[in-house]
């Protein structure tokens, strides 16, 4: 949902009022700048304020004081940074997300001058994205005001170092932002309201930033012989979608790299239903397709230097008369047979006959497809992780430390011939559910008959993407999980 967040960058300078806000380590010292705006008393001002509020400077810890006359604010708010050398760049979101809280609806100043720190205008962008992210709230469909949020915009004036580079750093990275945002309106949006076609249409909104979209509808997609997705969409009255986008930021003669997407935009399990407590929660079965989305339009309005193919398979999961059956066998685009033991274990059909495809078509030089693939993954990795599968360490090593780096983190978990052999079927190729052991591993396995020499991930993000844990950047249901991981990985290594 649209956010109002004012952002303006100046060098150190006077204040204009509004809140005043300022960093201090555990030493309480103000940095040089700070204190040239605070006047003389500031040491033994901070100092006397944080033994009464007991606050002593630990990272992303926040006290407001009262503001002595002579200085220009209206409020002074004091946010920790913790030990002064712990400061890491991954902390920088973090405390943007508290202060963004604290002054929400209101103008505020951050002197960005750290005490023993000097922050990179990337440091800073950073700071801001956390801001961003945490002012986001969706109530598309509150039709009264909350009057705990507060009204009106928020205005963050940073006075910085170098201005000017900073918010460059900043227009590089809002876009990245952005692309958070959009996945997760479209993960918090309902299930009637965002159907496959409505699905098709905001990804077909990209094309506003210089995104090529191709919208395949269920005639060109028997005539490529998807049937495994088709038969997951088929006790749908609504059809189903795919949809391809394409970012040409490289040289034409470049091999793209390729993302692909669940989206189930509703999963009710189909014949073999799903339990009814909390099966409101698989609205947001779409989450892999929404942060392939995100993605695009992070790496299209940064104008990233490199060729990209998203492609995301649009699709309900329902039960009717029409519906696929346990006990079916479907014949995939590849060639292969699937027996449906469980139409609940759908996300994996309709993935097969995508990957294949875009395997095919576009022969990219890595595939990572993102899915809220299986409940076993919250059962390993909770919500902190999402599981990682990859056919190739390279690619596998840089989506880990890109993890570290953006708080998006990944565990590997296990392929291999012991788990492919449980998808083997009495009647056809492979059944598409096996016992309830290594879930997320037997899924996998699945994926994997469908990829061939290319460098591949599949990231399980059933844990991280919805229902998510309240942190400081993110307060909502949707996470928009994947969208600044994947952003990053591409930045380190695949632009030219
Ligand atoms: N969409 C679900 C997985 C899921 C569960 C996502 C919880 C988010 C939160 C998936 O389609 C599914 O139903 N998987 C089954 C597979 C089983 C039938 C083999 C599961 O995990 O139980
Ligand atoms: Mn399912
Ligand atoms: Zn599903």
Do not use: C
């Not at 945490?134 to 915009?153: I, L, N, S």
């Not at 994997?448 to 919805?466: C, K």
Request: no cysteine; proline share 5%; aromatic share 6%.
């Amino acid at each position: 949902m649209a956010d109002s967040l004012k952002i303006d960058f100046q060098p150190f300078g006077d204040l204009e009022g509004g809140d005043l806000v300022i960093f201090v380590g555990e030493t309480l010292k103000p940095s040089s700048a700070v204190a040239k705006r605070l006047g003389h008393p500031a040491a033994s001002l901070l100092a006397k304020a944080a033994a009464a509020e007991k606050f002593t400077g630990k990272s992303k810890a926040v006290m407001t004081i009262p503001v002595p006359a002579g200085i220009q604010a209206d409020r002074l708010i004091v946010v920790g940074i913790g030990g002064e050398k712990d400061l890491e760049k991954i902390d920088y979101p973090q405390l943007g997300g508290v202060v963004g809280a604290k002054v929400a609806g209101r103008a505020a100043t951050l002197v960005l001058d750290l005490p023993g720190v000097n922050p990179s205008p990337e440091n800073v962008a950073d700071l801001v994205m956390g801001a961003r992210l945490r002012a986001y709230h969706f109530d598309r469909y509150k039709t009264k005001k909350d009057d705990k949020k507060p009204g009106g915009p928020t205005k963050l004036t940073l006075q910085v170092a170098d201005p000017a580079a900073t918010k460059k750093a900043h227009k590089l990275r809002d876009g990245v932002a952005s692309g958070v945002l959009l996945a997760r309106d479209l993960v918090n949006e309902p299930p009637n309201v965002l159907g496959p076609k409505e699905f098709a249409a905001r990804a077909e909104a990209l094309s506003k930033l210089g995104v090529e979209v191709e919208i395949l509808h269920e005639k060109a997609m028997e005539k490529l012989g998807m049937r495994a997705l088709l038969a997951v969409g088929q006790g749908s009255s609504r059809g189903s979608r795919v949809a391809i986008m394409r970012w040409n930021g490289g040289k034409s003669s470049d091999a793209p790299i390729a993302f692909v997407g669940k989206g189930v935009v509703f999963d009710s399990g189909g014949i073999s239903i799903k339990p009814g407590g909390g099966m409101e929660d698989m609205k947001g079965d779409m989450a892999g397709a929404a942060s392939v989305v995100g993605l695009m339009h992070a790496l299209a309005s940064r104008k990233a230097k490199v060729n990209v193919v998203g492609a995301i398979g649009l699709v309900e999961n329902m039960p009717d008369g029409n519906a696929q059956r346990p006990g079916d066998i479907v014949t995939t685009m590849s060639g292969q047979t699937i027996e449906i033991i469980n139409t609940d274990a759908e996300g994996r059909l309709v993935l097969a006959d995508l990957l294949w495809y875009v395997q095919d078509r576009f022969k990219p030089t890595f595939m990572i497809n993102l899915a809220t693939l299986t409940g076993a993954i919250l059962v390993a990795l909770a919500q902190e992780y999402a599981g990682l599968f990859s056919n190739n360490d390279e690619l596998a090593e840089r989506l880990s430390v890109a993890g570290r780096e953006t708080g998006e983190r990944v565990w590997r978990m296990p392929l291999g011939p012991e788990f492919d052999k449980m998808i083997e079927s009495k009647f056809a190729d492979m059944k598409n559910a096996a016992g309830r052991y290594g879930g997320s591993s037997t899924a996998a396995a699945l994926l994997q008959r469908f990829v061939n020499d290319v460098p591949w991930a599949h990231l399980d993000i059933a844990g991280t993407a919805m229902s998510s844990p309240q942190t400081e950047t993110n307060k909502g249901w949707a996470s928009g999980w994947g969208v600044r991981l994947l952003d990053r990985l591409v930045h380190d290594h695949y632009e030219r």
